[in-house]
């Protein structure tokens, strides 16, 4: 292993290496890096998997993947469009009971307590919402600590009849083999009647809790050193690489031809998921080979998108991409009934041999919300027992599938199994990448709600900052980055975390972090970070810039893209993005050719001169300050940057009016889910129609 790292390194490092100008390198006439557009073949390039399952004529292929960690080949009927399943096989882990209670004594317990939940939600004696809800769930708790597995029907039972949500979304969202085993985890060791307890009811419903807010941080307690008074200045090489940056893959092996392609509700282009103002058996909007706008990346929008990054960067094997970042999300958004481990094992495997193949240059992926099962679920270790490895499996399997694809060595590959799939590693160029596993910062992981009042309840961050500290000890550059973004409009991530990441950012930028890299909304956006937690926001304080990796998935309403930096090998600064896309409005009326993947825009083109910004300067935090201070004098501006935002999908709504404006500006200010929330809300995404006043 070591000599083959060697070997990739040298590789690289004698491949591109050239003055800004890339001359001789596969520059196009236009002063692109490469082509300014790729139109993909129509049929699906076979060569990429070694074998297929037969499939029937106009549908996606099912490759037969062979999982060199797992030793198994998948089998079809886990992709298969046809025989989609309708319940996840996995194991359910449940929290040892303090007692060990027989089983008519355990039904009894359930019983009890329904009837007592059942009091408290019929009560009107309580002051408001928050303390009802936080009643409900002291009295539940003593049902998860002495009968845990009888405890998601119990919650199905509630949620019917109270009509918390339709008997069906009841299933889906509290079955023990969807995530009724993870709420009764929660239930069992969260403060429930404390601060747990009202991040808990607020995630169920924001009418039940205000939102908590921001607990007080001792910033320097979590820091080995204070931040040097000198710090190294970085200065620029003169010579530029390329480094992609994908994000949001969400490839679809269940993708049916032909099938709905406007489906009710959730993910279309499926065989079982109509469009109920039809008549039964109708399809208004057949699903094109290629994608649409309520369906995630099929086999050959996938390959397209791959096929068609060498062409447009300029790249090949011989002169290849320096290193690629890949901000996670591999999974298809299918509900949790219809996923299982196989299924995110199958495409872990699937995207990243691909990556392998078309993609020169080592990969650094990280861990998105959706590679995990359940969906954006991940343990911390500090769970008692069995709980805090339930999903080792993961961090095991995606660590191995890298390091054989030879783009980490085995110390990463260790601690990457060992830090849920995040790891530190210096690459060929002298960079190091930085990742961590933003699922312990993320709403949707219900984990999360233990212990709310520690912003590092897994360790990550301490795993961060350590590495951050060598690094600045060594004299290193770092890019930092993960899947689901620190801030933008506050609505992702927990704020405790959120709080505490945007100290790490400030603690050590901008004389070790370069940039920092996201993925997770599907679109292309960006934000700032500011010294003083943001207090002051200028072109002076501003520190790191956080970039958003626009997706390959059209999912919802929004083209299939992604993005090449041109990265200075001395200082690490970003100093030119190019951003491309497929327009899949087009995709119904192909016939001879495949999805032309097109240049969009130049980011030192389309902000630049209104920012006045040297052509000789970085796109690092300052030139995004300046940005919005233009777009502050010029909205038009905004609607351009509004307009780039869905990768100028037709389906985007314009950004034209004052409020809307005020918002984005103040969107790219913030990163945290502090700053966020302060920000006008209804203008975050461009994948519906704008709900802020004044829009």
């Given amino acids: 292993m070591a000599l083959a790292m060697a070997q990739l390194t040298l590789a690289h490092q004698s491949s591109y290496g050239g003055p800004p100008s890339y001359g001789g390198h596969g520059q196009s006439s236009t002063g692109l890096p490469g082509a300014s557009s790729y139109v993909a073949p129509t049929g699906f390039p076979t060569s990429a998997f070694s074998s297929y399952y037969p499939v029937p004529s106009g549908q996606e292929p099912q490759p037969a993947l062979y999982d060199p960690v797992l030793n198994i080949t998948y089998p079809l009927n886990l992709t298969n469009p046809d025989t989609i399943p309708d319940h996840d096989p996995d194991p359910e882990y449940f929290p040892v009971p303090i007692v060990n209670l027989a089983a008519l004594d355990q039904q009894s317990v359930i019983a009890s307590v329904v009837a007592e939940v059942g009091s408290v939600i019929l009560s009107t004696s309580f002051g408001s919402n928050c303390s009802q809800c936080l009643a409900a769930l002291s009295v539940a708790k003593s049902a998860a600590q002495l009968a845990p597995e009888l405890v998601p029907q119990m919650f199905v039972d509630l949620c019917v009849k109270y009509k918390f949500h339709s008997n069906a979304t009841c299933e889906e969202d509290f079955a023990a083999d969807t995530f009724g085993a993870i709420w009764t985890q929660v239930l069992a060791f969260a403060d429930v009647a404390g601060t747990d307890g009202r991040w808990i009811c607020n995630s169920l419903s924001s009418t039940f809790c205000p939102f908590p807010g921001v607990a007080p941080l001792n910033v320097t307690s979590y820091f080995p050193s204070p931040k040097p008074t000198n710090p190294k200045v970085w200065k620029p090489s003169g010579k530029r690489v390329k480094v992609l940056h994908m994000s949001d893959f969400h490839i679809d092996p269940r993708y049916k031809v032909g099938a709905e392609g406007n489906c009710s509700s959730s993910l279309c282009c499926r065989g079982n998921n109509p469009n109920t103002a039809l008549p039964v058996g109708q399809i208004g909007m057949p699903a094109p080979p290629f994608g649409a706008y309520k369906c995630d990346t099929p086999y050959d929008l996938g390959l397209a998108a ?24 591999l999974v298809a958004h299918d509900p949790q009934s219809q996923l299982s481990r196989a299924f995110t094992e199958y495409a872990e495997e699937s995207v990243y041999s691909m990556f392998e193949k078309y993609l020169t240059g080592p990969v650094f992926p990280v861990l998105g919300n959706h590679d995990s099962n359940p969906e954006a679920i991940d343990a911390p270790h500090s769970l008692p027992g069995n709980l805090s490895q339930q999903m080792s499996w993961n961090y095991n399997h995606v660590a191995s599938l890298w390091r054989l694809n030879g783009w980490i060595d085995d110390a990463a590959e260790a601690e990457a199994k060992t830090h849920y799939g995040g790891y530190s590693i210096k690459n060929h160029y002298g960079v190091r990448m930085i990742t961590f596993n933003s699922d312990f910062w993320y709403k949707s992981n219900f984990l999360n709600y233990i212990n709310t009042t520690n912003p590092d309840v897994s360790t990550s961050f301490a795993f961060v900052i350590s590495e951050l500290d060598a690094a600045e000890k060594a004299g290193e550059r770092v890019w930092l980055f993960a899947h689901v973004l620190s801030g933008w409009d506050g609505s992702n991530p927990l704020a405790n975390p959120s709080n505490l990441f945007y100290a790490i950012v400030e603690r050590y930028s901008p004389h070790v972090i370069a940039n920092v890299f996201w993925g997770h909304t599907h679109e292309d956006q960006v934000m700032i970070y500011y010294a003083n937690n943001g207090t002051v926001q200028s072109r002076d304080t501003a520190l790191s810039a956080g970039w958003i990796g626009p997706s390959v998935t059209p999912l919802t309403n929004l083209n299939s893209g992604f993005r090449l930096y041109e990265v200075d090998t001395g200082n690490f600064e970003i100093y ?9 409005n087009s995709f119904s009326s192909l016939n001879a050719t495949g999805p032309t993947y097109k240049f969009e825009y130049s980011t030192r083109d389309a902000y630049g001169p209104a920012a006045n910004w040297s052509s000789a300067a970085p796109l690092n935090a300052t030139f995004w300050h300046a940005v919005t201070e ?4 010029d909205h038009s501006l905004v609607a351009k940057f509004n307009t780039f935002q869905g990768k100028s999908s037709v389906k985007s709504p314009n950004c034209t009016s004052e409020a809307c404006a005020e918002a984005k500006v103040c969107y790219i200010r913030s990163g945290s889910v502090a700053l966020g929330r302060k920000c006008p809300q209804g203008f975050a995404s461009v994948q519906s129609a704008y709900t802020g006043k004044n829009f």
Wanted: glycine content about 6%; cysteine-free.
């Fill in 306 to 329: 791959l096929q068609s990054v060498a062409t447009l960067t300029g790249t090949s094997k011989h002169d290849p991409l320096a290193w690629t970042i890949y901000t996670g999300d």
């Fill in 576 to 584: 030119e993005a190019y951003t491309y896309y497929a327009d899949v």
């Fill in 630 to 633: 233009a777009m502050e004098q």
